[in-house]
């Protein structure tokens, strides 16, 4: 991808970089414990009935670090009318849609426990004297008003969801719920860490990063591997970890969602705390190519965002793309590709550090195939023993500098 080219593409998200800023300023006090990305829901992926109008929602989420001071952030960035939130109640999950109703409290915002969200934007709640313990599952109940016919989400939740008909959010459970495995207007909680080095690592990418293959309601995608590891080590124990990745998500064009060349603004140079940042993305735009053209484009997509993250202070480790033999993706010529990016991935220089996923989850006999065991079955998607490996496989030293 020639400057010019890269030139375009700048110009084109600046509208979306300076809507994203909009939505509040980030203070350098707070550090993100749980994120998802946001995009605009398919119709395959909205509420089941009865729907979020006038109705209650309760979502399941599992931070990373801890803190005794939180804060929690709402989006309607896709939304094309006004988003009414009439109550938010967060408290510790109990499993499926119970709650412990001793640890529950009500948030506000702005003094106030309703907020209408008007299209296009996220509000972030007052800070919220809470103590919350690292790597605790927490449920956020919503009871709306009004929703816009356009819904902002995260479909890739891996975790049940609950819409009930009540309009209570505090119960400890739920009355004849409707279950939806996907996530809903929640876009972050940050803390106020009591570490002063507490930081955050962002991990950018697709379906891989989202955890398609993993167990749903289990916590058992690699960055939550990551999450884990770093909580058990003393000297890593004050780093958050963000998920963004986005099922189906390309970098430079197509795919679901907005690209990670849009959303790189948005999802790793303003998440608050953020210090480190691993990228494994490209598979999605080398998948749907027939030219190794893709590969160069790709490389000069990955040293601007490189360039854009030094520039914040942020380091940046590049992820090698998996194999992807045997699945849908499999032709000679995009397995070029891949072998070109990795190649430049290994050997440049050019990232601060190298987590080299292909090495560790390929077949030996056949590097060009996931090993058997790391396999989903569609030759392309870790299963949970390869999320594991993954998890497993990062060195836990690079988030010690």
Not at 10 to 37: H, I, N, P, R, Y
Not at 211 to 230: F, K, Q, V
Not at 384 to 401: H, V
């Amino acid at each position: 991808m020639n400057k010019a080219v890269i030139i375009f593409l700048l110009l084109a998200v600046v509208g979306f970089a300076k809507g994203a800023a909009a939505a509040g300023s980030l203070d350098g006090s707070w550090v993100g414990t749980w994120a998802s990305s946001q995009q605009l829901v398919e119709p395959h992926n909205m509420p089941p009935h009865p729907g979020l109008a006038y109705n209650t929602l309760r979502q399941v989420v599992r931070v990373s670090i801890g803190g005794e001071l939180i804060r929690l952030k709402l989006s309607n960035e896709y939304g094309n009318g006004p988003l009414e939130i009439k109550a938010v109640h967060l408290a510790q999950a109990a499993g499926a849609h119970r709650i412990k109703p001793e640890t529950g409290l009500i948030i506000t915002f702005n003094g106030e426990q309703a907020v209408t969200i008007p299209p296009g934007e996220t509000v972030i709640s007052d800070p919220m004297a809470y103590s919350l313990p690292s790597l605790t599952a927490v449920a956020i109940t919503i009871h709306f008003g009004a929703v816009p016919s356009a819904l902002t989400g995260h479909p890739g939740s891996r975790t049940t969801s609950y819409i009930s008909t009540d309009s209570a959010v505090d119960p400890e459970w739920m009355r004849q719920p409707v279950p939806t495995e996907h996530w809903y207007v929640i876009n972050g909680i940050d803390v106020a860490a009591g570490n002063p080095n507490s930081a955050a690592v962002v991990v950018i990418g697709d379906s891989i990063t989202d955890g398609r293959g993993s167990t749903t309601d289990r916590h058992n995608r690699w960055p939550d591997i990551l999450a884990e590891r770093l909580q058990a080590n003393e000297a890593t124990a004050h780093i958050g970890v963000l998920n963004h990745g986005i099922g189906g998500n390309a970098v430079l064009a197509g795919g679901l969602g907005p690209t990670v060349f849009r959303r790189f603004n948005r999802d790793v140079l303003e998440q608050p705390g953020v210090k480190y940042v691993i990228i494994l993305a490209g598979v999605n735009d080398i998948g749907s190519s027939n030219s190794t053209a893709v590969a160069h484009n790709l490389i000069s997509v990955y040293q601007h965002f490189v360039e854009q993250a030094h520039g914040r202070g942020i380091l940046v480790y590049g992820a090698t793309i998996l194999p992807f033999g045997g699945s849908q993706y499999d032709t000679p010529v995009r397995e070029q590709a891949r072998q070109i990016v990795n190649e430049w991935i290994r050997t440049s220089g050019v990232f601060d550090a190298v987590i080299d996923f292909d090495l560790a989850l390929r077949d030996p006999d056949h590097p060009e195939r996931l090993l058997g065991i790391y396999d989903t079955g569609d030759h392309l998607h870790p299963s949970a023993e390869g999320y594991k490996r993954m998890g497993e496989f990062i060195d836990l030293s690079l988030f010690a500098k």
